[in-house]
C-alpha cells in the first residue's frame, strides 16, 4: 500500500518505522481528541470518583502505546475552540481525577484488541473485558459495554450541528436537563457569548462527573510513500483523495 489514511492512528514507534522509510507524514492540528467514555448504564451504578479511578487504570495501559504527537490533556473542547474550561475549571478538574473510589459493582470494558488488555483485568477484578467488533459509540445504549474507548474530531465552535452530535451521542451530558432540553437551550440563547457558557457549563459538567475522561489531544495523520505528498486541510480529520500530490 503507498497510503496510510486518517481513520488509523499513528503510534509513536510507527512514525519512526515510517519516517526511517522516507515515507511522508502530514499531521493535523490537534483537533482529535481521545477519551474514556462511560455509558449511561455506567454512570447510574457508579459514582464520579469510581469512573476516576477506572479511567486512571485504563489510561495506564493507554500511554503504553503513546500515539504519534500527542499531548496529556484534561479536556474534550481543546483551546481552539468555545467552551474550553477557564483556569478555575482546569484546577478542579486536576483534584477531582485525583479523588479515587474503588469500584463497588462489576463494570465491562469494550476493546478491539481483549490480550491487551488481561493485565488490568486481573489487576482489578471487577472488570471484565469484552472483544468490540466496532466502536462502541456504534452500538446502540443497551448493548453498549459499560466503559470504551472513542477518538473523536473536536475542531468546532458554537456551530449547532457539531454540539447537538456531541451532546446525542452522550459525550456531553447533563444531570438536570435531558440531550433534547440541552439541545432546546442552546437554541434559545441568541447570544452568542452566552451559547459558549452554555457549551462550557455543559463541558464541565461532562467532565466532572466523569462521563467521559479525555486523556490526549492529538492531530490526524496522513502518511505517503516517498514521491506522495498528502497536503490536507490542518482543520479536517479527513484523508482527501484529490489533495494528493503524485511527484
Request: a positive charge; hydrophobic letters at 35%; proline letters at 4%.
Amino acid at each position: 500500500f503507498d497510503i496510510i489514511s486518517s481513520t488509523l492512528p499513528i503510534t509513536e514507534s510507527t512514525a519512526k518505522f515510517l519516517s526511517e522509510n522516507k515515507w511522508n507524514i502530514f499531521g493535523t492540528f490537534p483537533i482529535s481528541v481521545g477519551m474514556i467514555v462511560f455509558s449511561k448504564n455506567a454512570v447510574k451504578k457508579t459514582s464520579p470518583e469510581e469512573r476516576f479511578y477506572v479511567s486512571n487504570l485504563v489510561k495506564q495501559v493507554l500511554s503504553k502505546s503513546k500515539i504519534y504527537k500527542s499531548n496529556e490533556t484534561l479536556e474534550f473542547i481543546q483551546f481552539f475552540g468555545e467552551g474550553y474550561l477557564d483556569d478555575h475549571q482546569k484546577v478542579e478538574m486536576i483534584k477531582l481525577r485525583e479523588s479515587f473510589k474503588k469500584l463497588s459493582t462489576p463494570l465491562t470494558l469494550g476493546v478491539t484488541n481483549p490480550d491487551k488488555w488481561k493485565g488490568l483485568a486481573e489487576q482489578e477484578k471487577k472488570i471484565s473485558i469484552v472483544k468490540l467488533n466496532k466502536s462502541g459509540a456504534s452500538y446502540l445504549e443497551n448493548e453498549r459495554p459499560d466503559i470504551f474507548m472513542l477518538t473523536n474530531d473536536v475542531s468546532f465552535d458554537t456551530s449547532f450541528s457539531m454540539f447537538s452530535f456531541a451532546v446525542r451521542t452522550g459525550l456531553l451530558r447533563s444531570d438536570q436537563l435531558s440531550s433534547e432540553d440541552i439541545i432546546e437551550k442552546f437554541i434559545e440563547y441568541p447570544d452568542r457569548s452566552e451559547r459558549i457558557k452554555f457549551i462550557n457549563k455543559i463541558h464541565y459538567e461532562s467532565l466532572k462527573n466523569c462521563i467521559i475522561y479525555p486523556v490526549w489531544s492529538m492531530p490526524y495523520f496522513t502518511a505517503s510513500k516517498e514521491g506522495i505528498l498528502a497536503k490536507q486541510s490542518k482543520y479536517n480529520s479527513r484523508t482527501l483523495a484529490w489533495k494528493l500530490n503524485f511527484n
